[in-house]
């Protein structure tokens, strides 16, 4: 097997059998394979032992329940972007409503999250952990938020106008959208960075508290939701900028793209 597909592999077990890693890196991996598939891979990348193997199946099972919800959560999210963005007008109060919801739904799934995280720490040998911990760091390393952060304005406006056509005021508009956002969000993937960091040193630890993880998880939670204002503000802005006709477009190349990584998760 390819160093790409095991590691694609390894983190796909990490999303399932350590739900945390989901939520902190992002959903949108492959969430069809089977238990035995994902222990087998898993095992061969950690050289898990049977012992390990049989545990590993019972935290992968156990911890599938909390892994769908969180995708249900996001489908259940993208749905009502989708309904917003179509609208002839939003209000600003209404889409802080609809994020701040869905985060609580979140955020209700925590202690689970982090009893996975500790079940699938205690199973593994110090040696498996460090080898876990630099996988999972390369996972971080690449994640689309940290290209995003590191992108060009100006590129990305400029993307954003060849696929909706936007005129010269609106260009200059969406480019102060993204100055406003990135400015108010200064420290906070500095702090996200922190926080990961953490995450690392709980990973190598002998022994894990599930409620030190579980209080880790609540300053990522407490984080992203002290921002949920400010991105309800920069989507009602957006929204407000755009004619019908591109937000017509836009909610079309959402879904497809959407529906595409759907499709693609089940291959």
């Known amino acids: 097997m390819s160093e790409s597909k095991t590691f694609k592999t390894l983190r796909q077990s990490l999303l399932i059998a350590v739900t945390s890693a989901t939520f902190l890196v992002g959903c949108g991996q492959q969430d069809t394979m089977s238990t035995s598939d994902i222990v087998s891979e898993t095992s061969s990348t950690l050289d898990l032992n049977d012992l390990q193997t049989r545990e590993m199946a019972r935290v992968v099972d156990t911890a599938r329940p909390e892994f769908k919800i969180l995708k249900e959560l996001r489908a259940q999210l993208r749905e009502e972007i989708i309904t917003q963005m179509q609208q002839d007008s939003v209000d600003v109060l209404d889409v802080n ?143 407000t900028i755009l004619t019908q006709e591109q937000r017509v477009k836009i909610t079309e190349k959402l879904k497809k793209k959407w529906d595409s990584g759907n499709r693609g998760s089940r291959q």
């Open 97 to 239: 409503a609809l994020l701040e919801a869905n985060w609580a739904s979140v955020h209700a799934r925590l202690p689970e999250i982090a009893q996975n995280f500790t079940d699938f720490h205690t199973m593994l040998t110090p040696e498996q952990r460090i080898k876990l911990k630099e996988q999972m760091s390369k996972g971080w390393e690449s994640n689309h938020l940290a290209r995003l952060e590191s992108s060009n304005i100006s590129r990305i406006v400029f993307g954003m106008s060849i696929a909706l056509d936007l005129d010269n005021t609106q260009e200059e508009e969406i480019t102060n959208i993204i100055n406003t956002l990135r400015s108010k969000s200064e420290g906070f993937r500095e702090r996200h960075i922190g926080l990961r960091e953490e995450m690392y040193e709980q990973m190598l630890q002998d022994s894990v508290n599930v409620e030190d993880v579980k209080a880790l998880l609540d300053i990522r939670w407490s984080e992203v939701q002290s921002k949920l204002p400010l991105l309800a503000q920069g989507f009602t802005d957006f929204h």
